[in-house]
Every structure is written in structure tokens, then in C-alpha cells.
């Protein structure tokens, strides 16, 4: 059974820094890609990045780019997005996803889900 959990959300204030982690089970880790996703209240969910199964491809949405980074650690299952500077427009749930294909992944065809973990930023 696949499982995938999110933590580390919470209240940051502008300009903040917070780390999210996904820990997964049940999946072939390194055979699958794995990515971030939000929704904010009142909007349809939204790419933000995601990381190829062995590590070393990333990529970024535009307003995800040059603040947030993705990784993942294989030998403990998890993936990690380290969000800094953050602003009001970022709050929102966060879920992580994997899928099989690194291009459906992109526009959230995503094989399986987490729960989300809930970012709210305050001005």
C-alpha cells in the first residue's frame, strides 16, 4: 500500500523560510518522479516542482523558481521542498505526488497522493 505523508506546514510571516517534507512508503522510490503541488482556497491546484526519480533532474514553476528548492534523500524515502522567501501569494495546501511519468507528472497526472500539509504566509 502506498502511502505518502506531509509535514512540516505552518504560519510564516512574508519574507520566511519553511521546509516540507514527504515521506513515502510502498513505492519503488527511485523508479518513480516526485513532485510538489498546492492549492490555494478558491483556485484549481497548481504545479510548483519536482525532482526525477534518481535525484539529479529538477524543475520549477516560474514562481517557484530561484526560491524554492526541491530534493530528495533515497535512503530515508523522503522528499524535501526548503521554501525561502516567502510571500502572502504562497500560502496555500501542499501535496506531494509520484507518478510514473515524469512529463504526465508535470501537469498533475500523478499516480498517487498525499494528504497536504497547509503553508499560510501573512502579510
Known amino acids: 500500500q502506498v502511502q505518502l505523508v506531509e509535514s512540516g506546514g505552518g504560519l510564516v510571516q512574508d519574507g520566511g523560510s519553511l521546509r516540507l517534507s514527504c515521506a513515502a512508503s510502498?513505492?519503488?522510490?527511485?523508479?518513480?518522479?516526485m513532485g510538489w503541488f498546492r492549492q490555494a482556497p478558491g483556485k484549481e491546484r497548481e504545479f510548483v516542482a519536482r525532482i526525477a526519480g534518481h535525484g539529479y533532474t529538477t524543475s520549477y514553476s516560474d514562481s517557484a523558481q530561484g526560491r524554492f528548492t526541491i530534493s530528495k534523500d533515497n535512503a530515508k524515502n523522503t522528499m524535501y521542498l526548503q521554501m525561502n522567501i516567502l510571500k502572502p501569494d504562497d500560502t496555500g495546501r501542499y501535496y506531494c505526488?509520484?507518478?510514473?511519468?515524469?512529463?504526465?507528472?508535470?501537469?498533475?497526472?500523478?499516480?498517487?497522493w498525499g494528504q497536504g500539509t497547509q503553508v499560510t504566509v501573512s502579510s
Open positions: 505526488a509520484v507518478g510514473q511519468s515524469w512529463t504526465r507528472l508535470r501537469v498533475g497526472e500523478a499516480d498517487y
Open positions: 510502498g513505492v519503488p522510490w527511485r523508479d518513480y518522479a
